[in-house]
């Protein structure tokens, strides 16, 4: 079963916010929140990770909810470079289970 | 910055041939993992290896498997006998540590053909 429910695709407008939804609502106590992304097959990029507190990093923001069953990852100012399938994963141990991600376009 | 690389980018075999894949993690870190991704699906792990031995294999990582650091820097996977279903990208990983907030730094990856 999927720990994490991301919409399929989302658009966004280059110098724009770019806001990615993550459900995660069975995470346990223990699981952090992690963010990589793939850019056009190439290998799986970290982009960020949380447990509970929100965390602002040089690429990115992830607000994590106080109850912890959902997750967004920010891309304050999206460039064309950006266009990748970002995976929201959760886990608690070292591997990493990626599921089919959002396919995120961001348009000049 | 420092980066994992992986040769060949692109490998083209027959079935039933062995093929090894190379990989040389970053230098300062301890835990090296393979994934594959099929085409169109997800990036699904193989092995996790730590101190010259396997710490964790996916049910994929089967008999036909193995892995080995034959030397201080590189990481290989070895298939020994290709089957066309093991067409797939293949991609090494590496960490400094195990716990579960080491950042995995993956690299480019190699792209296996079975014909």
């Known amino acids: 079963d999927a720990k994490t429910t991301q919409p399929t695709s989302m658009d966004c407008a280059e110098g724009r916010a770019a806001n990615l939804p993550c459900n995660h609502s069975?995470?346990?106590?223990?699981?952090?929140v992690y963010w990589y992304r793939q850019i056009h097959s190439q290998g799986p990029q970290y982009i960020i990770h949380?447990?509970?507190n929100n965390e602002t990093n040089e690429m990115a923001s992830l607000i994590i909810t106080e109850d912890r069953k959902s997750s967004t990852l920010i891309l304050p100012h999206a460039t064309l470079r950006d266009t990748a399938v970002y995976y929201c994963?959760?886990?608690?141990?070292?591997?990493?289970?990626f599921g089919a991600g959002t396919t995120v376009t961001v348009r000049a | 910055e420092p980066e994992v690389t992986q040769t060949p980018s692109h490998q083209v075999t027959q079935m039933g041939q062995e093929v090894i894949l190379r990989c040389v993690p970053i230098?300062?870190?301890?835990?090296f993992y393979w994934y594959r991704q099929i085409l169109g699906q997800k990036v699904e792990f193989l092995v996790s290896?730590?101190?010259?031995?396997?710490?964790?294999k996916s049910e994929i990582f089967d008999d036909q498997f193995s892995v080995e650091r034959p030397d201080g820097s590189n990481f290989t996977l070895k298939i020994r006998s290709t089957k066309l279903e093991d067409s797939a990208m293949y991609f090494c990983?590496?960490?400094?540590?195990?716990?579960?907030?080491?950042?995995?730094?993956f690299g480019p990856g190699t792209r296996l053909t079975v014909l």
């Open positions: 990983a590496s960490s400094e540590g195990l716990a579960v907030y080491n950042e995995q730094f």
């Open positions: 069975t995470i346990s106590g223990n699981e952090y």
């Open positions: 949380g447990l509970k």
């Open positions: 994963i959760v886990n608690s141990d070292y591997k990493l289970s």
């Open positions: 230098s300062n870190h301890l835990y």
């Open positions: 290896f730590y101190n010259n031995e396997i710490s964790e």
